[in-house]
């Protein structure tokens, strides 16, 4: 059984930086595509980034570019969401998400092709 479990969420000011993780069992984690999405009370999930399955090419949402980076350790089945320079508007629950048959990125901004979810981790940003 795959199981996610993300860390790493808190309470900061605007401009501050947060690192989240995500530990994922039950699947051989360097076959496969990682990404992160977070989602906004009363808005849909979005997709922020993803990474391909040796770390060696990420992709980023506009929204998110520049400030955000994404990185995996295949050895410790975890991938990372290093936040900087965050806006009030990041504040959401973020979810980590495995590529259920990829080890690139594809398509993956609206996160059908991805699962299982965790229970997310929440990140607020205050102004």
């Known amino acids: 059984q795959v199981q996610v479990m993300e860390s790493g969420g808190g309470t900061v000011q605007a401009g501050g930086s947060l690192k989240l993780s995500c530990v994922v069992s039950?699947?051989?984690?360097?076959?496969?595509?990682m990404a992160w999405f977070r989602q906004a009370p009363g808005k849909e999930r979005e997709g922020v980034s993803c990474i391909n399955w040796n770390g060696n090419l990420q992709d980023y949402s506009e929204a998110v570019l520049g400030r955000f980076t994404i990185s995996r350790d295949n050895g410790k089945n975890t991938v990372y969401l290093q936040m900087s320079s965050l806006k009030p508007e990041d504040t959401a629950t973020y979810y980590c998400?495995?590529?259920?048959?990829?080890?690139?990125?594809?398509?993956?901004?609206?996160?059908?092709?991805?699962?299982?979810w965790g229970q997310g981790t929440q990140v607020t940003v205050s102004s």
């Open positions: 998400a495995a590529e259920t048959t990829l080890s690139y990125c594809s398509s993956w901004k609206t996160g059908t092709e991805f699962g299982p």
């Open positions: 039950g699947l051989s984690f360097d076959d496969y595509a």
